[in-house]
C-alpha cells in the first residue's frame, strides 16, 4: 500500500474522528463510533480492499487488539494513532457491535 494513501487516509480519518466526538463528545453509541472506521475498514467492517475487515471479529479479539495498538504492545502504521481515541468503554462497545455484524 503506498504511503500517500495512507496518509490520505490518515488526515480523511482524523477529520472523521474528531467531527462526530466533538459533536457528541459524551456519545457511546457503537454505530457513531464506528462511522470513524468505515473510511479504511469499509461499510460495517466490511472492507474491500488490503484492510482487514472488522465485522463478526471476536470482541475479545478485536478489544484486546485496539488497546494492543492503544498501548503500542501491537505495531501498526495508523491503528496505533488512531486507537489511542478511544476509552476501554467507547473499545467494548465496537467490539460488540462489530462481532454482531454478519
Ligand atoms: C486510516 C485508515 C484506517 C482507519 C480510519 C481505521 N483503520 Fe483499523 N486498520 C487500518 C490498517 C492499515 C490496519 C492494519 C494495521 C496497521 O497498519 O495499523 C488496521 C487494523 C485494524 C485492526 C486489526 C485487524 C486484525 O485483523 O488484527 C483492528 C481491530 C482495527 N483496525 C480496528 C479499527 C477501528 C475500530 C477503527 C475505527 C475506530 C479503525 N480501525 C479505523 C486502517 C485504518
Known sequence: ?????????FFLSLALIFLPLTAYSADQRPT????TCAGCH???GKSVGAIPPLHGMKADYFADTMKAFRSDK????V???????????EI?????????LK
Open 1 to 9: 500500500m503506498n504511503k500517500k494513501f495512507l496518509n490520505t487516509c
Open 32 to 35: 457513531v463510533l464506528a462511522n
Open 42 to 44: 469499509g461499510t460495517d
Open 74 to 77: 501491537r505495531e501498526g502504521t
Open 79 to 89: 491503528m496505533n494513532r488512531i486507537a489511542k481515541g478511544f476509552t476501554d468503554k
Open 92 to 100: 467494548e462497545s465496537m467490539a460488540t457491535f462489530f462481532s454482531e
